[in-house]
């Protein structure tokens, strides 16, 4: 069974003197996937964002595919 997997995007924004934290969760259906975005997007918080910054793929307990068993032929 495969589960989807969340890529977790986590920086710092300064605006002024303040920081704020930004978090973004988004689903992949696959590890694969999840890992080729992460390794697309975070270049690119990482050098125009913050360098206190992270990216990780996190495994979900929901199902990216059907749970009914397959019919036998």
Known sequence: M?????????????I?????????????????????????????IYHNFSRNSMAQCVETDLPSTSMRPKART
């Open 16 to 44: 002024g003197v303040n920081e704020y934290e930004v978090k973004y969760k988004i689903l992949f259906p696959s590890q694969k996937l999840c890992s080729e975005a992460s390794d697309a997007v975070y270049p690119i």
């Open 2 to 14: 495969t589960y989807w997997v969340a890529l977790v995007l986590t920086y710092v924004v300064s």
